[in-house]
C-alpha cells in the first residue's frame, strides 16, 4: 500500500514524538528531514539498481555501473549510507548517521547543505543532545515505510526527476517531471488524539512545516545536475 496523507502524519507525530524532550519542536525538523530525505534518496537508489539489475544480469554488475557513472541514477548513494546500512545499527549510530549524509552530500554536489545540515552526534553541556537509543527508535520508526519510486502518493512526494537513462521528459512515477516533492503543500499537523493526554504540544508536527524544503525540490526536479 502506498504512503498516502493519514499515513505520513501518523508517521511524522510518531517520528516527533521519540525525539520530544531533549530537542525542542523548532528543531524537530534538523533531525527528522534530513533522514526522511536519506531514506527516500537510497530507496530510490535502491529501484533503480533493481531496474539496471533486470536489464544488465546482476545487481554487483548494476552497482558497479552505478558506481563508475553516477549519471545513471537520481542520487549515488554510498554504501554506508543505504538505508539497509543505516537501519541495522545500534551502535555509534550518532556518528554513523553524521558520517552517512556527508558521505551521500560528497558524492551529490547538489546536496551540500542540504541533506547534512545536522550533526547527529551532537553534544551540549557535554551531553549528547540526542543519545544512540533515541536516533535508534528514530530510524527504525522511519523504516515503517518506503519511499521508494512506486511506494508513495504522488501528491505527497512528487515525482522524482528523470534519470539521463530514461527516455523523454517522463518524471518517474507516473511522469509529470516538473512536480516538485510535494512543492507548496505543508506536511500536515497531526491533531492529537483526544484523549491522549500525553502527546506532544501544538506545533510538533508543524515544526515540520513544508514539505517544499531544499531536499524535496532536488527530489522534483525535472532536469538533472
Keep these: 500500500m502506498k504512503l498516502d496523507l493519514p499515513a505520513l502524519e501518523s508517521w511524522l507525530w510518531e517520528a516527533a514524538c ?4 531533549p530537542v525542542d519542536a523548532p528543531k524537530f525538523k534538523d533531525y527528522i528531514l534530513p533522514l526522511i530525505f536519506l531514506k527516500r534518496v537510497s530507496d530510490v537508489f535502491e529501484d533503480e539498481i533493481r531496474d539496471m539489475e533486470a536489464e544488465f544480469g546482476t545487481r554487483q554488475k548494476a552497482l558497479k555501473l552505478a558506481d563508475a557513472d ?12 543505504r538505508w539497509a546500512e543505516v ?13 552517512a549524509v556527508r558521505a551521500v552530500a560528497r558524492v551529490n554536489p547538489r546536496l551540500q547543505g542540504v541533506i547534512d545540515i545536522t550533526d547527529f552526534n551532537a553534544t551540549t553541556s557535554g551531553q549528547r543532545m540526542l543519545d544512540d ?10 523504516n515503517q515505510h518506503r519511499l521508494g519510486l512506486e511506494d508513495v502518493e504522488k501528491d505527497i512526494c512528487g515525482s522524482p526527476p528523470p534519470t539521463p537513462r530514461a527516455e523523454g521528459n517522463r518524471g518517474g512515477v507516473g511522469g509529470g517531471g516538473r512536480e516538485a516533492c510535494g512543492a507548496g503543500r505543508p506536511i500536515p499537523v ?11 504540544p501544538a506545533g510538533v508536527c508543524s515544526s515540520l512545516e513544508t514539505m ?3 531536499q524535496n525540490q532536488l527530489l522534483g526536479e525535472s532536469e538533472k545536475r
Excluded at 190 to 200: E, K, L, T, W, Y
Aim: no cysteine; charged share 25%.
Design 87 to 99: 537501519a541495522k545499527r545500534t551502535k555509534g549510530v550518532g556518528e554513523h548517521l553524521t558520517d
Design 70 to 81: 553516477h549519471q545513471l541514477v537520481r542520487f549515488f548513494i554510498p554504501e554506508k549510507a
Design 133 to 142: 537509543d533515541r536516533l535508534t527508535s528514530l530510524v527504525q520508526i522511519l
Design 212 to 214: 517544499s524544503t531544499p
Design 18 to 21: 521519540v525525539i520530544r524532550g
Design 190 to 200: 497531526a491533531a492529537p488524539p483526544p484523549d491522549d493526554q500525553q502527546s506532544p
